[in-house]
T-cell receptor
């Protein structure tokens, strides 16, 4: 049973295209996150939702739009893809957001923009 | 301040050696939690350990142990008798309330264990 799953695992696309990454968790958690890992392995938060409500929105271009249809799903839509968007995107989830909670990560989606 | 430093960019050891990964961070909070994650070559992020700032007693779990020192804001992680399967990137992520509802990761330490 996969706890946090992401689709697709790999995504290769051309500049200017629009793409979506889906994330689902079956842990019963209330909070979900999107992180970006660049080519140098730096990991940084992008967004966080708590029970479908946006609670963290870091300095991310507005070409990136998260959507949470329910608390078990958090999707990431990217418009007008640019070369610099190439990275690995990780979804994570945790019990209600708090500094004491462990975040569990999905397998990552490797995005390559050509 | 949200600063997490893993000064060791890369460490190479021979199998069965012990290895310690360093992590230093900045926070004004006195109560917080700290995490270590592992990223093997396959790419996923695996949760390893979580501990709180209340108790500075060092802990051991199997081949893993960690040394937390609040006075120096350090949270070091030791693997005893390393194995080739331990080869991975290791990330430290302290999580004090002042960092907000997010993990702030260090830059990671690449560990290579050779047979």
């Amino acid at each position: 049973d996969t706890a946090v799953s992401q689709t697709p695992k790999y995504l290769v696309t051309q500049m200017g295209n629009d793409k979506s990454i889906k994330c689902e968790q079956n842990l019963g958690h209330d909070t979900m996150y999107w992180y970006k890992q660049d080519s140098k392995k730096f990991l940084k938060i992008m967004f966080s939702y708590n029970n479908k409500e946006l609670i963290i929105n870091e300095t991310v271009p507005n070409r990136f739009s998260p959507k949470s249809p329910d608390k078990a799903h958090l999707n990431l839509h990217i418009n007008s893809l640019e070369l610099g968007d190439s990275a690995v995107y990780f979804c994570a989830s945790s019990p209600p957001a708090g500094y004491q909670e462990t975040q569990y990560f999905g397998p990552g989606t490797r995005l390559l923009v050509l | 301040a949200q600063k997490v430093t893993q000064a060791q960019t890369e460490i190479s050891v021979v199998e069965k050696e012990d290895v310690t990964l360093d992590c230093v961070y900045e926070t004004r909070d006195t109560t917080y939690y700290l995490f270590w994650y592992k990223q093997p070559p396959s790419g996923e992020l695996v949760f390893l350990i979580r501990r709180n700032s209340f108790d500075e007693q060092n802990e051991i779990s199997g081949r893993y142990s960690w040394n937390f020192q609040k006075s120096t804001s350090s949270f070091n992680f030791t693997i005893t008798a390393s194995q080739v399967v331990d080869s991975a990137v290791y990330f430290c992520a302290p999580h004090p309330p002042e960092y907000g509802n997010k993990l702030v990761f260090g830059a990671g330490t690449i560990l290579r264990v050779k047979s």
